[in-house]
């Protein structure tokens, strides 16, 4: 191993022994500093790593305790987080998340992907990541409501329009977004709308922010193939979720030309050769906060629905996680290169692990990771609160032009890095340091704070 790769070796074993137990945030860390070789083989200030092992470092950890009490009069308790990561670039930015499967762990992975996602993006926002174990699921409006309620009743304290700014993210939508602003508004006794982003669309919320992830991973994709002599026009894709961000991925594939075939959930997934029925599947999910079960039921014998089978068995050209982490591993990713697929690109957080990345990469396949290619959600927060800042509202139009030239200059940004360290092709090197650049020339002009 290269002196280099000593070096960034001894930071993560000490990122794995200052933090044991948190497997999905020693994976986040392992992936970026495998990329930053070069890097610190190129620039003297990173050399002896110690600016690496500070971004490593939360620069604030809250957890807190969340009591509510539920529809049956029963006292309830939940755990809540929130990582302040890094502010070197602006206010901590970056979603909630509420599922059962939150620890600290979880919420350090999101925050460290958060940092370099942000960065790339070329706007001004820290990385940040929070949530609750709370699970939304069964559970009645006012019992969320309540549960926001507390949550923010701890949370408040530490945000703030140029401190830190929340989203929404799995089990975080606009109806959540709603009770914890209400709840702001209300301690504080000040309309702040710049301290959340996801609102809706009457109370300060931007156009094109609930479709932004999804429509900015398939704008990313789009580029992707442009750069490979190929287009989408007529493209088979498979889309695994059914959530906020798989449902506006497949909405903008169709308008591009391409076919969404398959989509899932927990519970399984469904196959539908003339196209996912984009209106049926909202109706279900959305109206009825149903089951994809319940879409293949709709559409009677038409289409197949799978239990406990990988999505990726479905033959496609385009694979798009899009539901959650590790989601495709390298059985998966063995049946996609089996069947001729030739891009992949994460619209959810690390889906896709190590093993499976490598599988991807030994078959050819052109992979884009998430903090590159999901990257369009906080960049339209970030326009959501240039917009709140600026008392201003812009039109549809406006918001996705502006979404697109983003996601474009990502895209270009994290080629033309790939390119100059010594990975022609390679995204996941160019986004990785591409990000890591933009963060770490702002904290040394900062000094070791
Ligand atoms: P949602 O909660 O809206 O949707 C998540 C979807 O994934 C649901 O359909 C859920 O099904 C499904 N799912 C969860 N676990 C599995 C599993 N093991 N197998 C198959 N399907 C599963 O979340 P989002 O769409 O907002 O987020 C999805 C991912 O994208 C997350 O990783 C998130 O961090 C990331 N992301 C989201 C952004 C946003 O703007 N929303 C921005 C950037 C990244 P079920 O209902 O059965 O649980």
Same mark, same amino acid.
């Given at each position: 191993m290269s002196q280099s790769g000593d070096r960034l070796k001894a930071v993560y074993d000490e990122v794995v022994g200052r933090n044991p137990g948190e497997e999905e945030f020693h994976q986040a860390v392992r992936e970026v500093l495998e990329n930053l070789g070069p890097v610190v083989e190129k620039h003297a200030a990173f050399a002896d790593t110690a600016l690496i092992r500070r971004l490593c470092e939360p620069e604030r950890q809250i957890i807190f305790r969340v009591p509510w009490v539920d529809d049956d009069g029963r006292p309830q308790l939940n755990r809540g987080f929130r990582v302040e990561f890094n502010s070197a670039l602006g206010p901590y930015k970056g979603g909630l998340r509420f599922h059962p499967s939150v620890y600290l762990g979880i919420v350090k992975f999101l925050g460290f992907e958060q940092i370099f996602k942000n960065s790339l993006t070329g706007l001004p926002i820290g990385g940040a990541k929070g949530g609750s174990d709370?699970?939304?699921?069964?559970?009645?409006d006012a019992e969320v409501m309540r549960f926001c309620q507390s949550f923010m009743t701890e949370l408040y304290r530490h945000l703030g329009e140029h401190t830190d700014v929340p989203a929404g993210d799995t089990g975080v939508g606009r109806r959540e977004i709603g009770y914890l602003f209400g709840q702001y508004k209300r301690i504080t006794?000040?309309?702040?709308?710049?301290? =959340?982003?996801?609102?809706g669309l009457t109370w300060g919320g931007s156009q094109v922010r609930t479709e932004a992830t999804g429509y900015g991973l398939v704008f990313f994709v789009e580029e992707m193939l442009r750069a490979a002599g190929d287009s989408l026009d007529g493209a088979k894709v498979v889309v695994s979720g059914s959530g906020n961000v798989a449902v506006y991925a497949i909405e903008k594939v169709h308008q591009l030309g391409g076919s969404v075939v398959a989509c899932s959930d927990s519970g399984g997934f469904v196959v539908d050769e003339d196209g996912i029925d984009l209106d049926l599947l909202r109706e279900i999910k959305e109206q009825r906060r149903g089951r994809v079960s319940d879409y293949a039921d709709a559409r009677g014998g038409k289409v197949r629905y799978v239990e406990g089978?990988?999505?990726?068995s479905v033959p496609c050209d385009v694979a798009l996680?899009?539901?959650?982490?590790?989601? =495709?591993?390298e059985a998966g990713a063995e049946q996609l290169a089996g069947h001729g697929c030739r891009v992949v690109a994460e619209g959810a957080n690390m889906p896709t692990t190590p093993g499976a990345i490598r599988v991807l990469r030994d078959a050819g396949i052109s992979f884009a990771p998430g903090k590159a290619a999901n990257a369009g959600g906080v960049a339209t927060s970030a326009l959501e609160m240039q917009q709140n800042a600026a008392r201003d509202v812009w039109t549809f139009e406006q918001t996705e032009q502006r979404l697109g030239e983003i996601m474009r200059a990502v895209h270009d940004r994290c080629l033309e890095t790939a390119e100059e360290y010594g990975s022609p092709g390679d995204y996941v090197a160019g986004a990785n340091i591409a990000g890591f650049l933009r963060v770490a020339e702002a904290m040394l002009a900062l000094g070791h704070v």
């Open positions: 709370f699970d939304p699921k069964g559970r009645s006794n000040r309309y702040e709308l710049g301290v =959340l982003t996801g609102k089978e990988s999505i990726w996680p899009c539901a959650t982490q590790n989601e =495709l591993d």
